[in-house]
């Protein structure tokens, strides 16, 4: 047989946990996903044209699928800027750009669209990753303080390391890495962080024998830095996730943990390390709860596909189709842009996302926060005379899936066999 050759985060792993014992999950999932010689995110992010997300990549996010996203997002923006009072600066922050797709697309929408919020707006796009060379996205350390304006974040919250639980003769314990037998195995083992049993402890009662399930430590910190950021504004987080009660819900057995290579969808995160993306769904009711404890107030949540109806997506559709017969697009391109756009709002894909919203400050509380249109169902839109926005070529190959029926439907060899969208976000619910 030929002897395995491990790479030297493998190796590193393995002598930790000869040494220490097993490692938590978090610890690994940290390892896996970003260190910096053979983590996931830095391996990707060196490799020219191999950008985790995308056509390319291992998953689609909102941003690649089409630049609508942004515009609307550009919108909702502008509309917040209104009524904080139209500050000289309001400042967007993203977190977790990834590759700046979404801050190209807002900035160019607001230039060339609103023109009146475009002398006021900045927009900085922050990573722990950012691309290699010259690029738009800055490390997070370029991450301003006591701004007016608004955070962002597109899919940051499901890349953040988790522990893992499981129950065990009605008792919580803790899933943590081992290596035996010449492999990387779970060890279920006492709780090392109280913080983990006390998050599970209310559902535990309603939880049968052997659910398992994720709990992120991380979130508090990530509410720490938003609140570092803004003094006076809006945070808006785009992620898949529920609140506690629905995600530890008796029969989500199986927790949310899930992996992502070349499009296709893996439950074991001990295989591929380093080569494949983890991702766990997103407690929103510790979202609300870190951000309240630094004085943030909810302004509301909705699906992305209500949050961007409400904002005016249906226009930009409308828009679309009308191309053909202007002879400003040939009907396959419409058909393209259509496909993109139709995605965004897909109730089995992105559209059941979920958009939360916080505020915080003089400005933006009160009245003036609940007045927001994309959490507002039947009000006036925001999209009004503007166009939609069109699909770059780059991003058109995408679209071409997505025309195609399957966006995992991919030509490349398939490792295992392709998830439907409905597969991707259902969790058997
Ligand atoms: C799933 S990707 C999403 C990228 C992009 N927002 C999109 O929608 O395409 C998650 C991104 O979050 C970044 N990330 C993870 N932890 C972070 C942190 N603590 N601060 C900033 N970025 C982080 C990763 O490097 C990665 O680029």
Redesign the pocket.
């Known amino acids: 047989m030929t002897p395995l050759i491990r790479s030297s985060l493998e190796q590193r792993l393995i002598e930790h946990i000869d040494r220490y014992g097993p490692v938590t999950f978090e610890a690994f999932m940290e390892a896996a996903l ?1 260190d910096e010689e053979h983590g996931y ?1 830095p391996t990707r992010r060196r490799q020219p044209g191999a950008a ?2 995308g056509t390319e990549g291992d998953y689609f ?4 699928t089409h630049p609508a996203f942004g515009a609307l997002l550009a919108l909702q923006l502008r509309e917040m800027w209104q009524l904080t009072g139209k500050p000289t600066e309001f400042v967007a922050v993203e ?5 700046g ?2 801050k190209s697309d807002v900035t160019e929408y607001v230039e060339a669209e609103l023109v009146d919020f475009a002398k006021s707006f900045r927009y900085i796009a ?4 950012p691309p290699e060379g010259p690029s738009a996205v800055e490390r ?1 350390s370029a991450m301003p303080a006591g701004i007016t304006g608004c955070v962002i ?4 919250l ?3 390391p988790v522990n893992r639980f499981i129950v065990q003769a009605g008792m919580i314990k803790e899933i943590f890495v081992g290596f035996e037998n010449d492999r990387f195995v779970e060890v279920v083992g006492d709780v090392a962080n109280p913080e983990v049993e006390a998050m599970v402890q209310p559902f535990l009662r309603s939880l049968p024998e052997s659910y398992r399930g994720e709990v992120n430590l991380r979130l508090g910190y ?1 509410a720490d830095s938003v609140s570092a950021v803004i003094d006076d504004g809006y945070v808006i987080t785009i992620d898949y996730g529920y609140d506690r009660p629905d995600l530890y819900a008796p029969t989500r057995v199986d927790g949310s943990l899930r992996c992502y290579y070349q499009h296709t969808l893996g439950q074991n995160p001990l295989r591929r390390i380093g080569k494949q ?1 983890i ?1 766990a769904h997103v407690d929103f009711t510790t979202v609300d709860h870190t951000l309240m404890v630094n004085r943030f107030g909810r302004v509301g949540k909705a699906t992305q596909s209500k949050f961007l109806t409400n904002i005016g997506i249906e226009d930009f559709l409308s828009d679309v189709r009308r191309l053909p017969s202007s002879r400003k697009l040939t009907r396959i391109e419409a058909e393209e842009e259509m496909a993109g756009i139709g995605a965004l709002i897909d109730p089995n894909g992105l559209g059941r996302f979920r958009v939360a919203v916080h505020s915080r400050g003089a400005q933006a509380n009160g009245e003036a926060a609940s007045s927001l249109t994309g959490l507002t169902d039947g009000g006036p839109p925001l999209t009004g005379g503007h166009p939609a926005p069109r699909l770059e070529s780059a991003r058109a190959s995408h679209a071409r899936l997505l025309r195609a029926g399957n966006p995992f439907s991919q030509t490349r060899k398939q490792v295992e066999p392709t998830p439907t969208w409905e597969q991707l976000f259902n969790d058997g619910q």
């Open positions: 970003y995110y985790p997300v996010t909102s941003p690649v977190m977790g750009s990834g590759d797709v979404l922050t990573d722990l990753v997070v974040s597109n899919e940051l499901d890349a953040l990530w993306d991702t």
